[in-house]
């Protein structure tokens, strides 16, 4: 075994179907007395549960959560939390949500109990993002990472079927990429081609069945390994090319990893073989790329670019970006190449190596 070095993010995470109950529990845990309850518009009801829970630890509920964290959000949530005196911050919800915890977390060092109902997995790093005048940036701080996590599958159950598909080859993205990260380690490999194994398996029961309770926990618990993969190792370039692309033409967080991820495994494979084994021993399938493809056309996920928004202007555009700005990536970044890679991704064809 090669040598390598692992850094835990520490968060105390607690899982099971009804687990909220569990949440005052967890904020006296963490010595604090006064919530600010964080949600989208679309979430405001489940917040409104979460606050009821709370009794007289909820200082109030904020319902303002969109995507990407436009800094004017996140400067009305900070004086929200001040406003209200609140001690820390309960987001319920995806990433958008988890995200606006995170830049309150930046600012005033507020501890955020997460509460995910997505399998983005944001709860499980200290990665955040902030977005000004167009532009999202992102960055890493400690202080972001949410102390406490509670998994209640019970609050996935009302994920829309397409999201829970494209949410959940969201969190495969990032198991698949920690199995080729070049700061990987046989823990991280471990977590990651296990998530990948849960995720594939709740997803072809829950199509049947979006209700199947015991299905949404297997997917939640995929989503918690795969999150924590993303949180402890370096992404490459199918998340570099998603960001780009969510960033630069505004697609849907979700739709561009589903569509994505086959092009950028395909792109990869001969650089990372051992890797490629691992994912596609975790979907069943005999190829890596091809199994993450099929796996999405049988699910109903998008497979194209042009379907969810791409304008075909700019795919040139969007290459110079992927190949300019330098990541780690198993394979080199070649102009020509990641050309081809977003044209078949545009067009809907299958991964080809
Ligand atoms: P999201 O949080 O934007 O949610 C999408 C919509 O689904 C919202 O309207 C939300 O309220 C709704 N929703 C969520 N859960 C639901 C449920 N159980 N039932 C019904 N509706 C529900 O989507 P997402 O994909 O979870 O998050 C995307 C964002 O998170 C992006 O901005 C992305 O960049 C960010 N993200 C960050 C990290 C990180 O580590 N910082 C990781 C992953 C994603």
Redesign the pocket.
């Known amino acids: 075994m090669h040598g390598f070095t692992y850094t835990a993010n520490a968060a105390r995470v607690v899982f099971g179907a009804g687990a909220l109950r569990h949440l005052a529990r967890e904020i006296d845990a963490l010595g604090a007395r006064r919530a600010l309850v964080l949600?989208?518009?679309?979430?405001s009801e489940?917040a409104q549960r979460v606050a009821t829970l709370l009794g007289e630890r909820a200082a109030g509920i904020f319902a303002r959560?969109?995507?990407?964290?436009p800094i004017e959000t996140a400067r009305e949530a900070r004086d929200e939390a001040r406003r209200l005196g609140a001690d820390c911050a309960v987001a319920i919800?995806?990433?958008?949500?988890?995200?606006l915890g995170?830049a309150i977390a930046l600012d005033s060092g507020l501890p955020i109990v997460a509460i995910?109902?997505?399998?983005?997995?944001?709860?499980?790093?200290?990665?955040?993002?902030l977005t000004e005048g167009g532009i999202?940036k992102?960055g890493r701080d400690a202080r972001?990472l949410p102390r406490t996590v509670i998994y209640d599958p019970e609050?996935?159950?009302?994920?829309?079927l397409d999201?829970t598909v494209?949410?959940g080859l969201?969190a495969i993205a990032?198991a698949a990429e920690g199995l080729y990260a070049h700061d990987g380690n046989p823990i991280t490999a471990l977590m990651a081609e296990d998530g990948i194994r849960a995720i594939a398996k709740a997803l072809t029961m829950l199509v049947n069945d979006p209700q199947h309770l015991a299905a949404r926990g297997d997917a939640l618990y995929g989503a918690w390994l795969c999150?924590t993969v993303?949180?402890a190792v370096a992404m490459g370039l199918h998340h570099k090319i998603c960001?780009t692309l969510?960033g630069s033409f505004n697609l849907?967080?979700?739709d561009v990893h589903a569509v994505i991820l086959p092009h950028a495994l395909a792109y990869n494979a001969a650089h990372a073989p051992e890797a490629m084994v691992r994912i596609a021993r975790a979907l069943g399938s005999r190829d890596a790329a091809q199994g993450v493809f099929e796996l999405a056309v049988a699910h109903g996920a998008p497979t194209s670019l042009r379907a969810i928004g791409m304008p075909p202007d700019g795919l040139d555009r969007a290459a110079d970006l992927a190949a300019t700005t330098p990541y780690p990536n198993p394979r080199p970044l070649e102009r020509a190449a990641l050309r081809a890679l977003l044209q078949r991704a545009f067009d809907g064809t299958e991964p080809r190596h």
């Open positions: 949600c989208t518009p679309e979430q489940a959560a969109v995507m990407h964290v919800g995806g990433g958008s949500t988890t995200g995170k995910p109902t997505t399998y983005a997995g944001s709860e499980m790093t200290p990665i955040y993002g999202k992102t972001v609050l996935s159950l009302s994920l829309p999201m494209t949410s969201n990032h999150g993303l949180g960001h969510g849907p967080h979700a």
